[in-house]
């Protein structure tokens, strides 16, 4: 597999890595392990009327699966932060790993609610920082509250990204509202 460079995972970038990852996944023909749409073949039973010819390719179409599984396993541990390692390393196919880590990273709790909310009200922009780069950090969060079921009303986002923008914003706040 030719990897595309994605940055690493780590616990603040798991939406946008998870949607790259997903991207690289679909190119290499992956995706189907990680979503549960490709399923390890079963090998039947011995005895009944299963021929040995019949078993033969059962075996060897699961260890072809075994193959390409772990080749998808490997490319998503390649794609994260070596201290994030540490919680996966015991998952045994692309799957198990790929639900792990979406139940590490796509809590919906309350915490995960209210840490969200937080940042949103409290984050503030520095004078030296990027406006562009503060709005999208504010509009991810808007976001992964929405993708949780957590509607905030437009006028209030926007009142609360006016009041996150730094004194330098002050003319253009008393001009917004």
């Known amino acids: 597999m030719s990897i595309q460079k994605i940055d690493s995972l780590t616990r603040e970038n798991y939406d946008t890595w998870k949607v790259l990852m997903e991207a690289l996944l ?13 399923v390890r073949p079963g090998i039947p039973v011995e005895g009944g009327t299963i021929t040995p010819e019949v078993r ?40 198990e790993l790929w639900l792990k880590l979406e139940s590490i990273y796509e809590s919906k709790g309350p915490a995960r609610k209210a840490s969200l909310l937080k940042k949103l009200m409290l984050h503030k922009m520095q004078e030296d920082h990027d406006v562009r780069d503060h709005i999208s950090q504010f ?31 002050e003319n253009f706040r008393c001009a917004i509202e």
């Open 56 to 95: 033969q390719t059962a075996e060897t179409n699961a260890t072809k699966w075994d193959s390409a599984d772990r080749k998808v396993r490997a490319d998503i541990i390649l794609a994260i932060s070596p201290s994030e390692i540490k919680q996966v390393k015991d998952c045994r196919t692309s799957r």
């Open 139 to 169: 509009f991810d969060a808007v976001d992964k509250l929405q993708s949780m079921g957590v509607d905030i009303h437009p006028d209030l986002l926007t009142i609360m990204l006016l009041y996150s923008l730094p004194e330098s914003f």
């Open 26 to 38: 679909e190119k290499t023909d992956g995706i189907g392990y990680v979503n549960g749409e490709i």
